[in-house]
C-alpha cells in the first residue's frame, strides 16, 4: 500500500520503518520537504509537503503532536473516504488527557476531516513496542477502533505486518476507553518506572465452568 505519514518524528518513523520493511510505499508528509531530515529517506520512504503525500495515498497515518493535530490535518487537505489512522493521544500538561468520557480524541480528529474514515490506532503503546512487539510465544496487543469497516481492515492488516496481536473493537466510540489505555501505558511505562518495554496483552480463552 502507499501510506502517508504525517508527523514524521519519533512515531511516525518508527512505523514508517516498520511498515516499509513489510513492503509498504511510504512518504512522509512535513511541513518542510527541503530540510527533511536524511533519516527520513530510508529505503521504501519518500518525504513530500503534507498535502502532496496525502494525495493518492491509500491511507494516511497521523502521528503529530495533540496540540498541531487540527493544522496537520488542514494542511492535508480533502480526506474524503481516506482511511486516517490517528496515532495521536489528546495529551495536556502532566500527561492529562484533554478529551474522554463521552468523547475522545479520535473523535475529534473525526470532525476535523469530517469525509475521513477515522481509525484510532498504534496509540496505546511505545514507539519501542511498535518497532518490535512481539516478547517470546506472546505478542503485544493492538485495539483497532473505527467506524468504516474497510478503513478498520486496513488498520488491521498494517498492524499485524507489524506484528502486533490485532484487536478489533470497531466503532470509533471506543477509543474512549483506549485513550485512557494510552495514559495507563505511559504511567506503568514513564511515571512508575516500569520501563518502555511494558505492553498490554490479551489473553484468550474460556474459563472453566
Ligand atoms: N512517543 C511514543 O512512544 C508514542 C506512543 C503512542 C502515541 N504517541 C503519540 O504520537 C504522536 C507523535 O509522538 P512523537 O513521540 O512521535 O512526537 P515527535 O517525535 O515530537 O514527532 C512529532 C512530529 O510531528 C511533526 N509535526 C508537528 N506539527 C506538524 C504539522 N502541523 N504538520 C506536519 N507535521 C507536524 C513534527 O515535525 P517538525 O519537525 O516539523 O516539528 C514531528 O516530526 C503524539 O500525539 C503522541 O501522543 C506517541
Given amino acids: 500500500m502507499k501510506l502517508a505519514i504525517i508527523g514524521a518524528g519519533k512515531v511516525g518513523t518508527t512505523l514508517g ?6 513492503g509498504h510505499a511510504i512518504v512522509y508528509g512535513v511541513r518542510s520537504p527541503d ?20 494525495a493518492g495515498a491509500d491511507a494516511v497515518i497521523l502521528a503529530t503532536p495533540w496540540s498541531a493535530t487540527e493544522a496537520a490535518l488542514r494542511a492535508a487537505g480533502d480526506l474524503t473516504g481516506v482511511p486516517v489512522l490517528d496515532v495521536t493521544n489528546p495529551l ?14 479520535a473523535e475529534q ?3 476535523w476531516a469530517p469525509g475521513a474514515h477515522v481509525v484510532k490506532v ?30 478498520c481492515a486496513v488498520a488491521a492488516r498494517l498492524a499485524a505486518d507489524l506484528g502486533f496481536d490485532v484487536v478489533r473493537l470497531d ?5 474512549r476507553v483506549t485513550e ?23 489473553r484468550r480463552g474460556a474459563v472453566a465452568p
Fill in 171 to 175: 466503532g470509533l466510540r471506543w477509543a
Fill in 122 to 151: 498504534f496509540n496505546t503503546t511505545g514507539l519501542e513496542n511498535m518497532a518490535d512487539p512481539v516478547y517470546g510465544a506472546a505478542r503485544v496487543a493492538m485495539w483497532v477502533c473505527g467506524d468504516d469497516d474497510a478503513a
Fill in 17 to 22: 520503518r516498520g511498515l516499509a520493511a513489510a
Fill in 109 to 111: 480528529v473525526q470532525r
Fill in 180 to 202: 485512557p489505555v494510552a495514559r495507563l501505558w505511559m504511567e506503568l511505562a514513564i511515571v512508575r518506572g516500569l520501563g518502555r518495554g511494558v505492553g498490554f496483552g490479551l
Fill in 92 to 105: 495536556g500538561p502532566g500527561l492529562a488527557l484533554a478529551i474522554g468520557h463521552t468523547d475522545s480524541g
Fill in 35 to 54: 530540510d527533511a531530515a536524511p533519516a527520513l529517506r530510508h529505503a521504501g520512504a519518500s518525504v513530500a509537503a503534507v498535502a502532496a503525500a496525502a
